[in-house]
């Protein structure tokens, strides 16, 4: 595959162009410019990212205006790619509590038995209960973590390569034996609601323990199948702690601009500002893509990195797609349920039930101490607005990462679960917008008495505007709802789960593929395995390399 | 547990044992370690010479992070029969056994001891938390527990002069306790409960009070003992005594089974030498018999083996084999020179058939000279039973030294 | 007692429900001695038919018969001993106020706006659900497959179901019945349909019998379920009310030498050296033997009957968490006479009548009951089986109606005031399409979930006594340890809709345990 040929720009073919420029993107292009290949990444805004992207839209304020904290990214992809040269630092924070209608409030301590003691200032009974769970999730963690890295099977298919891999999948379930298999077949298909009740007594326990299972889906904390979920938030892990988070340093766009140096460094060419309307093909066959303005760019291959709704209806010509993955993208199921506010402030807001030197500010807390509260807010959701007492995951990043926000001043982010894509079937009005962003800025004021006089800028995000300016459709933070029926070989859709797309040379390597969603860059780096597979390139991306 | 959780418990990761203060006093090294929430010492002057007064006059051990368990009410012995392998009919009041529990595939959660304090009411005590096991096997029993770690100050007294110092306060009557009998003696501030029982192989006993007997207690003793260099020991030394006196010991010879992730990595009590506390012929159900009656008749995995190893480099993290450079057919998980049966001695596990009494079995070495890694073979001999195990453990009336 | 009877059972069952019958009839014709223990003076459990007032007589629990295993029905020679249908295959009426009411068979919808375009649609998605309800139905007429420790019956119905799956169905819908199996009704109509009246009636379908909304996924395959079991889930109605049903059972039982005890309520299943060595009734009769099959709710079985201390700790606390939560309560009507159902005929009377006017308000009837709380609007499955049935009522009409959605646990308890309460709303429900029927009413009740559970013996008033979901079925029912019918207990096995493949009045389960008993005892 050469070194890439100088000419004529106009005449220049490319071996691979990835669209869209978000972390997946970025990571799938720079695993195939390692292996050599000319590739042009093109992304649609003037900047890169997608949602792994801090702005500064406010004085020297940094926002992590969508993606804001880090743990699933994969340790292999920072190594092979060499990320720490190119600047990326993800730090662990500590601390994380929820905060009680009656003033109280649950930490989160990284020490056990510091954690234990909380818990047992809560609820005594339910300190043992807490190891007990942790346990479990380790289990499943263990079971999950090395598929992550791995193309799922077709189970219809009689190829070599399915039939090796379901005997992989069937050894490590043949491994579990009976009890762990049921164990394992009830985590993944019952409520997080039913599975904290098997573990605590304490509602404030187990709001404090659900909580991240519903972010970003369209179910309830009582809707089978969110336990998962709640894996999909503990598989990560900084340096080897299960669990574990941590901030990019300088924002989430830090994981983005060190995965485009990696891609640069290997030769790789980024155009932003340059939006694709269609990726063309002729005689089956790939030929490039043309782009909003007219401009046609030729390569053999074309990855989208876009979700599968916006890739087989948006920028594909339904005729190439073919009327069964146009059938299949129109079922795949990407409904947007979170918003996000993005606030700066001029100090770090008081919390009245924080004790005033506790470093617990230091990490995410949640407003919603009981399930049923929790449960109602979705029922708000379904019904067609934003909740009204909110589930929150509120951080303020710049308590660790000092380059975030002036000095004495912070940058808070605001995750918010639920807000609908559409406010009782209209779409939002910068009033309704407003209304929303008042909803929970009141919210957070009920338990910190300084913080609106505190607020020097806001930016509201519901699920619209997320559309709107990264593309993600519905608003969908996973790219696609992380349901039994969209995930592994389901994922994006039966037939399609190895990233390969319905016309030779065309491929998807976003979170709509496996394994999903998050800042994990996990399928950008499979659907690079696929494509050097395809073109026959011996591959160097790796595989899951903890050994466990 | 009744005591209340202070919203500033977070400034302290560590608790204090109530026997913290006297600790202290006899700190000169600043070696502590966390078990179980408290701060305990590692050494408190020298290992070897506290590991002596184990063996030698008698030796303090600060017990209080022990996970204590009070179960009483109608059916408490229905409900221990259930939870534990051993016979618990045959426990009498005021007696103690030794025993492990397992779960439903007849793999080790712990081992501990069980002290049946009165007709319907146990205490239990154990290395690990047990509240989700007696929890779960509570379902349908008429009986109630409560977890009472923090409330019990506990002393392990243990060596050759323990017995005389205990007469000397006054304890009335205590030589005539037998092995893993308890009794109830007077002493200022309410009943102390004493057990002779103990995790080093040796004459000793085990002191269970109120915490604010605690410093009491711990003043008594050394009143009582002044004349017999009485020490109190940090875990180093009781390390040295328990492998010794071939004990094994959880998150270190086995991992519990309800803590353990990787399918196979849990142990059975057959597999932990532990076949006289199964008592599967005892008419009830317990926990694990089905699996264990099961093991019992298609064999088990891995055999405990006690080694007498060659040479007098501790076989630390080593591995087994069957010949020099031979197959690997398993691993030491406890070495440790035994000062007093003056042996190199380990504990480990081969796979079965290998590990009968009297086989030789290989063990690789590693260790550093100088900062420097060697690597010898050992011979090792699989031995009939602990390396220490002297007549005065058991003998009533003990000798007074 | 004595011992004198020792051993003269090879057998007890514990529970004359039909599940219990099946299998005891099962049993008796392989040759052995077994008895019938019911508690109650009739049997039949949940097929059951029972005086409603004077002169009215009502299905008491189930009120369709669209599940029965037609193996049972064969092998048993049920209709030889007086099983008669007084309806086969009805339709379903979805109730519309204004009389355009949708009405759908196994393979037509027309009425309530369907287009024709839709009608194929529906015609096509029932097609392909009965071509999955096909491939998967043999597993329910089988013990589960041990995938750990198979034997040859396991491998060849493993291959089996990979041949159905990969072969039979085409590597294409084979795919798609992987992504659809752990979805919910809600997003597979969603995808299918437009029509909202359409939607609505299917996704109570989905709903019926669970504790789940159309919102919440898994009940895609409580959907499937409906149609894997029986005739393909055609909707019939036996002659009698459903205790006819039993009765043909417990005659095809009787008839092959199992003996049938009605008034004899077991107090407990007595264990002696870790087996099992018979039970003692209510009145302190000891009965011995050394294999006791209970038809008993499982957790009935372990937890009252045997007693969780003969039972290891993890298997019990597996147990506990066996969710069986039931959501629908059932409501009886004695009319004087029928009611004016707006546009429908006394024929069209006679079929299914639901009230799922659409998925939307089905949620909205769900999102109470999570909370504790009945439903202000709930949904109904309505029969009117005196319309067919003479001989349920000496003159005017019987109505027995499912409704959802009721929780077992009524914030407040189900006081009588509450009950009334539901009732009104329930009868309320049902006037907005038929106004005048307060006017027939001769005499009304409801049974709640709780009211199930302690008439019926299904925990937590689930009549599957054990919910229906991925991790609850084939061979992970009720709980792996005792997924073949044999309880962790020497002796002791269940034979109940708690077993696989689950309630209804279907008889597979009786049926399997009966096989996978008799097949224990060869090896």
């Known amino acids: 595959m050469g070194p890439p040929t100088k000419g004529n720009e106009a005449m220049k073919k490319y071996d691979v162009i990835v669209i869209g420029a978000g972390h997946n993107g970025l990571t799938n292009a720079a695993f195939l410019a390692k292996a050599g290949l000319d590739v042009l990444m093109v992304e649609k805004n003037d900047y890169i990212g997608g949602a792994s992207v801090s702005r500064n839209l406010h004085k020297d304020w940094m926002y992590s205006n969508c993606s804001y904290v880090c743990s699933l ?40 038995d510091v954690m234990r003691r909380e818990i047992q200032r809560h609820s005594p009974i339910d300190v043992d209960a807490y190891d007990r769970y942790y346990t479990e999730m380790a289990k499943w963690c263990r079971f999950i973590r090395p598929l992550l890295l791995r193309t799922p099977p077709d189970p219809t298919s009689f190829k070599i390569r399915d039939l090796d891999e379901l005997r992989f999948l069937a050894k490590k379930f043949g491994e579990l034996g009976h009890k762990d298999l049921h164990d394992f077949m009830r985590f993944f298909t019952i409520s997080v609601g039913d599975f904290v009740d098997q573990f605590f007594t304490s509602d404030l326990i187990k709001a404090h323990k659900a909580g991240s299972a519903v972010v970003g889906t369209n179910l309830g904390p009582y809707s089978p199948g969110t336990a998962y979920v709640l894996l999909h938030h503990y598989m990560g892990d900084v340096d080897g702690a299960t669990g574990a988070w941590g901030f990019a340093r300088g924002g989430m766009g830090a994981v983005a601009k060190a995965l485009a140096g990696a891609f640069q460094e290997h030769g790789g060419e980024i155009r932003t500002g340059s939006g694709v309307e269609q990726i063309t093909v002729k005689n089956g066959k790939v030929t490039g893509v043309r782009l909003e303005n007219g401009e046609e760019i030729k390569a053999d291959r074309v990855v989208s990195n876009l979700d599968a709704k916006r890739t087989f209806l948006g920028i594909m010509d339904p005729k190439d797609a073919g009327e069964k993955v146009v059938k299949a993208a129109k079922k795949f199921k990407i409904r947007g349920s979170s918003g996000k506010l993005n606030i700066a402030l001029n100090g770090i807001p008081e919390l009245s039930a924080l004790p005033k030197d506790s470093k617990l500010i230091q990490g995410d807390f949640h407003v919603v101490d009981n399930m049923e509260a929790y449960e109602r807010s979705y029922d708000e959701w379904k019904s067609g607005t934003w909740s009204k007492n909110p589930y929150l995951d509120v951080l303020i990043p710049s308590l660790t990462d000092p380059t975030m926000a002036p000095p004495g001043k912070h940058f808070m982010s605001v995750f918010v679960q639920y807000c609908p894509e559409k406010v009782n079937g209209q779409d939002w009005t910068p009033e309704l917008v407003k209304q929303f962003g008042d909803t929970v800025i009141n919210t957070i004021a009920k338990y910190s008495p300084n913080f609106k006089s505190l607020i020097e800028h806001v930016e509201v995000r ?41 016309v030779n040379g065309m491929y998807m390597c976003g979170s709509s593929t496996h394994p999903g969603g998050g800042v994990m860059a996990a399928p950008g780096a499979n659907a690079a395995r696929e494509i050097l597979i395809d073109m026959k390139i011996s591959t160097t991306v790796p595989e899951d390399e903890g050994d466990d | 547990m009744t005591t209340e959780i202070d919203r500033d418990h977070w400034r302290s990761a560590v608790k204090f044992s109530p026997f913290y203060n006297k600790l202290k ?12 929430g408290y701060t305990v010492p590692t050494v408190l002057e020298n290992t070897t010479f506290e590991y002596f007064a184990i063996r030698n006059t008698a030796s303090l051990f600060d017990l209080t992070p022990m996970s204590k368990y009070r179960i009483w009410g109608p059916e408490a012995l229905d409900y221990m029969n259930r939870l534990l392998p051993r016979d618990m009919t045959k426990l009498r009041v005021g007696r103690v056994a030794y025993t492990a529990w397992c779960d439903d595939e007849g793999m080790v959660i712990d081992d501990g001891t069980v002290f049946r304090v009165a007709e319907d009411e146990y205490l239990l005590c154990a290395q690990e938390r047990q509240m989700e096991i007696l929890k779960r096997n509570a379902i349908g029993f008429d009986i109630e527990f409560e977890e009472i770690s923090d409330e019990i100050a506990a002393l392990s007294f243990q060596g050759p002069v323990s017995c005389k110092i205990l007469k000397n306060m006054g304890f009335k009557d205590i030589e005539t306790m037998k092995m893993f009998d308890l009794r109830y003696f007077d002493f200022p501030g309410g009943e102390v409960m004493i057990s002779r029982s103990g995790y080093t192989g040796d004459l000793g006993y085990e002191l269970w009070m109120k915490n604010e007997q605690a410093e009491p207690m711990w003043d008594a003793i050394f009143d009582a003992g002044k004349d017999y260099n009485i020490r109190p020991i940090g875990g180093n030394a009781l390390e040295i005594a328990r492998i010794e006196a071939g004990l094994i010991a959880a998150n270190v010879d086995f991992s519990p089974a309800n803590e353990t992730v990787r399918p196979g990595h849990a142990k059975s009590p057959f597999e932990l030498g532990l076949d006289w506390i199964v008592k599967l012929d005892k008419g009830v159900v317990f926990n694990g018999r089905r699996a264990l009656l099961k093991e019992k008749q298609q064999g088990s995995r891995f055999r405990f083996v006690r080694l007498d190893v060659e040479g007098n480099k501790t076989a630390c993290n080593a591995y087994l084999f069957d010949k020099e450079n031979g197959k690997n057919i398993g691993y030491v998980s406890s070495a440790v020179w035994a000062p007093s049966a003056k042996k190199n001695i380990a504990l480990g596990f081969v796979d079965m058939p290998h590990g009968k009494v009297g086989d030789i079995i290989w063990a690789e070495i590693y260790y550093k000279k100088e900062l420097k890694w060697n690597r010898r073979w050992a011979k090792c001999t699989v031995m009939d039973g602990p390396a220490w195990n002297p007549p005065r453990k058991t003998k009533t009336p003990p000798d007074d030294f | 007692m004595t011992d004198s009877n020792k051993n003269k059972y090879d057998a007890i069952i514990v529970g004359g429900g039909h599940n219990g019958l099946v299998c005891a009839a099962y049993l008796a014709k392989a040759g052995k001695k077994v008895i019938v223990l019911e508690a109650n003076s009739q049997v039949g459990g949940g097929a059951v038919t029972s005086e409603l007032c004077y002169g009215k007589r009502i ?8 599940q029965l295993n037609t193996h049972v029905l064969k092998e048993l020679n049920l209709a030889a001993h007086g099983l008669k249908f007084a309806a086969r295959d009805l339709s379903t009426v979805s109730l519309d106020r204004d009389g355009d009411h949708l009405i759908l068979t196994k393979n037509s919808a027309k009425g309530g706006g369907i287009t024709k375009e839709e009608a194929v649609a529906y015609k096509n998605f029932m097609m392909l659900i009965h071509d999955y309800a096909k491939t998967l139905g043999f597993l329910m007429d089988s013990p589960p497959i041990d995938i750990f420790n198979p ?4 491998k060849l119905a493993a291959l089996k179901l990979g041949w159905k799956l990969r072969v039979g169905l085409g590597a294409e819908k084979m795919s798609e019945l992987l992504r659809m199996i752990g979805m919910n009704i809600r997003d597979v109509l969603n995808d299918e349909f437009e029509n909202n009246k359409l939607k609505g009636a299917l996704s109570f379908d989905a709903v019926l019998g669970t504790h789940t909304g159309p919102y919440s996924p898994g009940n895609f395959l409580n959907f499937l379920y409906r149609y894997a079991a029986g005739d393909s889930g055609a909707l019939n109605i036996p002659e009698g009310g459903m205790g006819a049903v039993s009765n043909a059972i417990a005659s095809s039982a009787t008839a092959s030498g199992a003996e049938v005890r009605t008034d004899a309520r077991v107090r407990t299943i007595n264990v002696e050296n870790c087996a099992v060595s018979g039970v003692t009734l209510e009145n302190g009769e000891i009965i011995n033997s050394s294999m006791v099959i209970s038809n008993a ?64 308000d089905v949620e909205r009837a769900f999102n109470h009951v999570k909370y504790g709380e009945t439903s202000p609007s709930p949904m109904m499955e309505i029969s009117i ?20 959605y009721a929780p077992y646990a009524l914030k407040g308890g189900w006081t009588e005031e509450a009950k009334a309460a539901f009732l009104e709303t329930c009868i309320d429900r049902i006037a907005e399409y038929a106004p005048d029927i307060r006017e027939q009413i001769e005499h009304a009740e409801i049974l709640t979930p709780k009211d199930l559970e302690d008439r019926f013996g299904m925990v937590g008033g689930n009549w599957h006594h054990g919910e229906l979901t991925l991790d609850q079925m084939l061979m992970l029912r009720p709980v792996p340890e005792a997924s073949r019918y044999a309880l962790p207990l020497d002796g002791l096995y269940i034979c109940g809709a708690g077993a696989h493949p689950g309630g209804g009045v279907m008889g597979a389960a009786g049926r399997n345990a009966a096989k996978a008993i008799l097949k224990g005892e060869v090896k």
Not at chain 3, 59 to 66: E, G, M, P, V
Not at chain 3, 338 to 355: Q, T, V
């Open chain 3, 151 to 154: 034997d040859w019956d396991d």
């Open chain 2, 25 to 36: 006093d006899h700190d000169m090294v600043n070696m502590w370690h966390r078990w179980a």
């Open chain 3, 59 to 66: 299905s008491y629990c189930a009120h369709f018969l669209n």
């Open chain 3, 297 to 360: 709710n499982t957790k009935t079985t372990v937890f009252d009957l045997v007693g969780t201390r003969h039972f290891e700790a993890d298997f019990v606390l597996r147990m506990t968490n066996y969710r069986m939560r039931g959501a629908a309560a059932k409501l009886h009507i004695a009319l004087h006479a029928l009611p004016d159902f707006k546009g429908l005929s006394k024929e069209d009377l006679a079929n299914r009548l639901l009230i799922a006017p659409d998925q939307e």
């Open chain 1, 462 to 502: 519901t699920p619209g505007k997320i559309e709107e300016e990264i593309g993600l459709t519905g608003g969908n933070i996973f790219q696609g709802e992380l349901s039994l029926s969209q995930l592994m070989f389901n994922r994006p859709f039966p037939g399609y789960s190895q990233y390969r797309g319905p």
């Open chain 1, 73 to 112: 990214f994969r340790p292999e992809i920072y190594r092979y790619l060499n990320l720490g040269k190119h600047g990326l630092q993800v730090v662990t924070y500590n601390g994380g509590f929820s905060l009680t209608d009656c003033g109280d409030y649950l930490g989160s301590y990284s020490d056990h």
């Open chain 3, 385 to 404: 089986p005196s319309l067919v049935d003479k001989s349920l009522a000496d003159n005017g009409h019987v109505l027995s109606a499912t409704v959802q």
